[in-house]
């Protein structure tokens, strides 16, 4: 009954059932068991990814701080390496990749971030180490500081690597564990699962071979991750007594990095004892650390020097329990503390050579400073094909300050095409490429004009470094006193030729007379004095005695008392008498002498024409008083008896007006318009004709005048014309000067009202402005007496004027419209010429038909 059960093959297919949902519970239990293996195996990869990459990134850090310390060493670092700038690309293509394999694990990322932050201000720092001189003397402050700062940046960085290192070692340990569980339970159902079903086992089997394919990889890509680390990454297991205790470890897996550093080959040292491999562990306590670490289960830290092979080395180790051993992750730092002990002892020499240098430098700055000279150093600019094209500007000293007007600071890093332009024309430019192409010294004297400043310079240029230096000596008083002995030397000939005809021509003969002793040979007498007495040269003694003979005898008795008492009190002698020259003619000579010792010593001059010119002029003078007499007296009658007459003929006129003017007729009326208009035009007349000829140089009458304020007198004065014409009136800023107040402002009423007269119908505009301009500015043809005067220009678009009447409009009378277009009188600007003349400066008139006029008034300043 039962033999038929099993037969049955209802049995069958109730065992087939049976057996496939088995077999489905069975897979589905093998299956998870198996993708969780894979999972755990992933996660095992990927912690040793992550801490490669780790390792890798800050391997890559020291690399970067290396190389750039390296290139201080080598005092290259004007310009980062290109080495260096290949770390920043690989640190930046690492921390990318690490950045993905940690985007599931936040806490990884908050150190990640950070470690982002603490690269760039690594760059930064390295970077900045570059920045300074081509040849140190002394790192500063600030740049040991920038030291400190990539120091406390990588200290930083390893505590962040550390903190990352000991999350993926926890992460690590609880994969493992997590993946020994599947690992022993997934043969177990796998072995279970092929009792049920061959075709299973074989489905299974291909599974199981897949996955470890994909172990094997992963395998290989961690055997190829070791072996291009730059780390020392070694397994140690332990070694046990009988006791249980450990007494060494085996090393049991070791990458090639073993062999870089230490020159031990992996394949050969592998599954020896640590005591054997690394001495150095038993010598210096290394080996307690270890057994401790494994003890403890903690990790552990190790930086110091070890002895392998006769080669000392610093390491600096993390020692981490991992399974049933040690995983050793070593750093080889000798080169880095190499470099460190080599950059303090370069540092304590260029300390050293700084304090020497510092004491010349601050000699020769002293020297600079003391010294009168321009020194200047300049380095040439090129060009692609190697060729000077220019200077730059590297150092002038304060110098220059005194010689261009210019500091320092202003001309530094400023090419000399820029700041000396004139260099690059007069020679001097291919000086300097000399003193550069030959190496030798150059010295040349050029002249410049420096702030209007006419100076000499001797120049001294000379190859320094790359550049040239130049001195410059100021020789401007030299040249200046050559020259000046130049022109002495042409003067005193030209003045000797000139004194010559010059006595001839002012009829002026010197003497030298002994007048006590009459000694002969003590006494002298020009050849000219000998003509201005009709006699040949040398025709008589030159004696004091005998020339008195020649002296008028009604003059003798005046000109012998005027000689004693200037002899009695030795003072000069100065007095005129007359003569009786060798041709019976009458002269008047004036003599003029002082007294050397005993002798008088002067020149005799014959005024006979001044005498006759001085008669003259009295009688002119006393014709030119009656002349004044007479002004004076045609001023009263044109003040009192001309204007009388005329004021009662206007009184007349507005009483016939008032009352009888509305019963003339029309012709009457025309008639009565013209005798007012008559009237009023000779009152003007009579009115301007007192100004001019009250117009005077009184000195009494000058003070300091704003003509601002006479500006804005004359604008009260004339405020009713300007509202009726419209003009607008602009004033720029206008000096303060020493003048007559009341002619200032009559003078700029006239030219003002003129401006307003002829204006323009649209929109009339007057401008007075004002410049000051020095004497050989002005080419205007007056005479000159002061340094430098002020234009005051008053400019209007009105109708204007042909040029050609521009002196015209300045004489007494003179109009260029009719009456019955512009009413005046012709006197107005010819006021203002003699108020500006009354003030040693000068007027004219600047125009063109319907464009306007310009009055230029100058002024002394």
């Known amino acids: ?6 037969l049955s093959p209802k049995l069958y297919v109730v065992l087939l059932i049976i057996a496939a949902a088995l077999l489905t519970f069975i897979g589905s239990i093998s299956y998870k068991q198996i993708s ?10 990927h912690t040793l990814e992550v801490e490669t990459e780790i390792n890798n990134l800050f391997a890559i850090y020291s690399q970067m701080e290396s190389a750039q310390l390296t290139n201080l060493l080598r005092k290259d670092t004007l310009v980062t390496s290109i080495s260096f700038q290949k770390y920043i690309d690989e640190s930046n293509a690492t921390f990318k ?16 971030t950070r470690i982002g932050e603490l690269q ?6 390295l970077k900045a180490i570059a920045v300074s001189p081509k040849v140190r003397l002394k790192y500063s402050v600030n740049e040991r500081n920038k030291l400190d700062e990539v120091s406390h940046i990588m200290a930083e960085l390893n505590q962040r690597k550390n903190f990352m290192l000991i999350k ?162 070593a750093k080889n730092t000798t080169h880095e503390k190499e470099s460190v002990a080599k950059l303090n002892t370069l540092n304590l020499e260029l300390q050293e050579q700084y304090e020497e240098i510092k004491e010349t430098d601050e000699f020769l700055q002293n020297v600079i400073r003391s010294t009168n000279n321009v020194i200047s150093y300049f380095e040439p600019i090129l060009d692609k094909e190697g060729t000077i094209i220019d200077f730059s500007i590297l150092y002038t000293n304060e110098e220059i300050k005194n010689t261009t007007g210019q500091s320092p600071d202003e001309l530094v890093q400023k090419k000399i095409s820029e700041a000396y332009p004139f260099l690059m024309e007069n020679g001097v430019f291919e000086f300097f490429i000399e003193a550069i192409s030959t190496g030798k010294p150059v010295e040349f004297e050029r002249d410049y004009i420096f702030n209007g400043v006419h100076m000499w310079f001797d120049t001294y240029a000379i190859k320094t470094g790359d550049g040239v230096c130049v001195t410059s000596k100021n020789i401007s008083k030299q040249k200046q006193d050559e020259q000046k002995i130049l022109e002495v030397n042409d003067q005193l000939k030209i003045q000797n030729a000139i004194l010559r005809d010059a006595k001839t021509l002012a009829k002026i003969g010197s003497y030298r007379w002994d007048v006590l002793s009459d000694d002969e040979d003590n006494s002298e007498i020009s050849d000219n004095l000998y003509s201005l007495l009709d006699c040949e040269p040398q025709e008589f003694l030159p004696t004091h005695e005998n020339y008195k003979k020649f002296i008028h005898p009604e003059d003798l008795a005046g000109y012998k008392k005027n000689l004693k008492e200037a002899i009695d009190k030795k003072k000069s002698v100065d007095f005129s008498y007359r003569i009786i020259n060798k041709s019976r003619k009458i002269k008047h000579f004036r003599t003029t002498g002082h007294f050397q010792d ?29 002349s004044n007499e007479e002004l004076e007296s045609f001023n009263r009658v044109a003040s009192h008896d001309l204007q009388e007459p005329i004021r009662k003929i206007q009184m007349f006129i507005s009483r016939i007006e008032d009352s009888d003017y509305e019963n003339l007729s029309e012709k009457g009326k025309e008639f009565f318009t013209k005798i007012s208009s008559s009237s009023e035009r000779m009152r003007m007349l009579i009115k301007y004709l007192l100004s001019y000829s009250r117009i005077n140089k009184t000195k009494s009458e000058f003070t300091s005048v704003s003509l601002v304020e006479i500006i804005d007198k004359v604008q009260e004065d004339l405020e009713a014309r300007i509202k009726e014409s419209g003009v607008e009136i602009i004033v720029d800023n206008l000096p303060t000067l020493n003048a007559v107040p009341f002619q200032m402002e009559q003078l700029f009423n006239n030219i003002i009202s003129n401006a307003i007269k002829y204006g323009g119908k649209e929109d009339p505009k007057i401008i007075i402005d004002c410049k000051k301009l020095k004497r050989n500015e002005i080419p205007n043809n007056f005479i000159k007496k002061h340094k430098s005067y002020y234009r005051i220009s008053i400019i209007d678009n009105g109708i204007g004027f042909e040029q050609e009447h521009a002196d015209k409009i300045f004489e007494l009378f003179q109009r260029l419209h009719q009456k019955t277009e512009y009413s005046g009188t012709g006197i107005g600007l010819a006021i203002c010429k003699k108020i500006a003349q009354n003030h040693g400066g000068h007027i004219l008139a600047e125009s063109a038909l319907g464009k306007g006029s310009t009055f230029c008034v100058f002024l002394p300043a």
Request: no cysteine.
């Open 598 to 626: 005993n002798a008088l010593i002067g020149v005799i001059q014959d005024i006979s024409t001044q005498i006759k010119d001085a008669l003259k002029l009295k009688e002119k003078n006393q014709e030119l008083k009656r």
């Open 36 to 45: 969780e293996f894979k999972q755990a195996a992933n996660s095992v990869t």
């Open 1 to 6: 009954m039962a033999k038929k059960l099993i």
């Open 168 to 329: 993926e070692e926890k992460l690590l340990k609880e994969r493992k564990e997590e993946f020994n569980s599947y690992a022993f339970l997934s043969p177990f159902m796998i072995l279970v699962l092929g009792a049920f079903a061959m075709f299973v086992f074989v489905l299974s089997f291909i599974k199981i071979n897949n996955e470890r394919k994909s172990r094997s990889r992963a395998e290989a890509f961690l055997s190829s991750v070791m072996a291009k680390t730059e780390n020392i990454v070694n397994f140690y297991e332990p070694i046990f007594n009988d006791n249980g205790e450990v007494t060494d470890f085996k090393l049991v897996y070791a990458n090639e990095r073993n062999k870089t550093d230490f020159g031990l080959d992996p394949e050969v040292i592998v599954g020896q004892p640590i005591s054997k491999i690394f001495p150095f562990t038993v010598l210096n306590g290394e080996y307690d650390v270890l057994a401790q670490s494994f003890i403890d289960k903690k990790e552990g830290n190790l930086s110091r020097q070890v002895l392998l092979n006769g080669k000392k080395i610093w390491l600096e180790s993390l020692i981490r329990p991992l399974n049933d051993g040690l995983l050793v992750i």
């Open 97 to 112: 990749r690490l950045n993905e394999l940690v985007l599931d694990n936040p806490i990884q990322q908050t150190h990640l």
């Open 120 to 125: 760039n201000n690594l760059v930064t720092a």
